[in-house]
């Protein structure tokens, strides 16, 4: 699907529910490109990704995956969901429709123990504070030692919970993002 469309369907779906989304457009390329940099690509045999909406960052994902990975995106809306599942024909890609909450579940469903990496840009901030620190344990609880929780949001409102349960959290600041980006790198 051209990249028009994929932005329109963005944006119907974020004046239908702007808390689920936390933005009205995409993630821009600088912003890809910053999250795609942080991934040894050479040992990223699982990565999740919650919220994928469009798959602006899945694309950017399976092109740098190893043939033998395999990429969980797990997304909450349905019709984002539907849409990636028939846009994006790769055998390394699983779609769930669901909840990331269940991140530890949905790994168990495809025989897959930890996952490597995590990345997330789904709007913690909208989130009630109890969901938010629950979903943190799970990501935590669903990484293997030596992996990643990489997470992008438009406020620090997550930094507390981050710190809660990772025992390291870097920030960085993307500016060619609309709006600008707050990226959070996590490690247990």
């Not at 409102?157 to 996590?186: D, G, H, K, M």
Request: with cysteine; glycine share 4%.
């Amino acid at each position: 699907m051209p990249a028009v469309c994929q932005a329109l369907l963005f944006a119907r779906n974020f004046f239908r529910n702007p808390l689920m989304l936390g933005a009205i457009f995409p993630s821009s390329r600088f912003l890809v490109n910053n999250l795609v940099s942080q991934i040894n690509w050479e040992k990223a045999k699982v990565v999740v990704e919650y919220g994928p909406g469009v798959g602006t960052i899945t694309r950017a994902l399976l092109e740098r995956m190893r043939p033998d990975a395999v990429l969980v995106a797990i997304e909450l809306n349905e019709e984002f969901a539907h849409f990636l599942e028939k846009d994006i024909q790769d055998p390394r890609l699983k779609v769930v429709y669901g909840s990331a909450i269940k991140v530890k579940q949905v790994l168990a469903r495809f025989g897959l123990c930890k996952a490597d990496y995590i990345i997330s840009g789904i709007p913690f901030s909208s989130m009630p504070r109890q969901l938010r620190y629950q979903l943190a344990r799970q990501t935590h609880e669903a990484l293997g030692s030596s992996g990643f929780f990489l997470v992008y949001q438009y406020t620090r409102a997550v930094l507390p919970c981050l710190e809660s349960y990772f025992s390291s959290v870097q920030q960085n600041v993307q500016l060619w993002n609309i709006p600008p980006t707050r990226t959070f790198y996590c490690t247990p």
